[in-house]
């Protein structure tokens, strides 16, 4: 096979209808550049809820909020996460019930900090949640509240929990690995847990938009939970030639969280071509930085046809030009 090196976004044609299947930081950050390029009613995101969790009593969904907040332009610039502003008034009192809480309790637990003004969004979702509306419903309110164009969907309205298996802890949730011990543990295994299934509007979105794309997101723990679904796989196999990955891995390393190191630990190649070899089952077209046009061949090998554009978002104007070629790299239903 040959690769194609495309060195700038297409002329503008008629817009598809585009989903997203997407986790957290880096889907947040591909998606604002899809919203400078497509119309926001043309645009699903179907997002991972597998490290969704429960803390002080209150639902939280990490990936969820993470698109929120940072599509609405809320999100802190220096930290690169929470809101602008935030204060965390809250988590700070709850310093005074540690020396009374017994042993065992997780009452008042601060390794997980919640600000101030996100404590809202909290209480707003586990009190919707508690009058028996789904999750698929709350997150549409959510989305309107921060004033977001396009259709936010979680993969699931039950729960489908991420739980990562380490060498010297054992089994703990995704936040437990990822916050509270900072991803620092080496990793055995991943597995998911919990009947859940592709809400009925995630599945529409997969089936029917004109293309869709992987984000750059964790494969394993990001992407991994939704596929983990019954049904993602063979939606996204039967349309293989309308789909498109952009790759979370550049010059063998994760722009953000420990992807690489997870790959490298349950046995994948840390590398583009290690990426392709998760998504060729499900995607025709692999989108990877310049600093790894070495491993076009490789990409190809692995039966994806290999796209070269800057893919590190550290400009609006980068970030847009990646969704044009991510969109232009395949054929639109």
Known sequence: MNSTNVAMPPAASAAPTVTVVSGGVGAARFLRGLLAAVEPEQVTAVVNTGDDTQLHGLSISPDLDTITY???????????????????????????FETVRPAGSAAATRWFNLGDQDLATHFYRTARLAEGAHLTEVTAEIAAAWGLGLCLLPMSDDRRTTIVTTATEGDVSFQDYFVRLRHSVPVTAVRFEGSAELTTAARHA?????????????????????????????????????????SPIVGGAALKGPADRMLTELGHEASVAGVARLYAPIASALVVDPADADLADAVEAEGMRCIITPSIMSTPEISRALAEVTLASVSAR
């Open 70 to 96: 940072t599509l609405a332009d809320a999100t802190d610039p220096e930290r690169g996460w929470g809101l602008r502003n935030e204060t965390w008034t809250a988590m700070a009192a709850l310093e005074r």
């Open 206 to 246: 997969l089936t029917s938009a004109d293309i869709v794309v992987i984000a750059p997101s964790n494969p394993l723990v990001s992407i991994g939970p939704i596929r983990s679904l019954d049904g993602t796989d063979a939606i996204l196999e039967a349309r293989r030639d309308s789909v498109v990955a952009v």
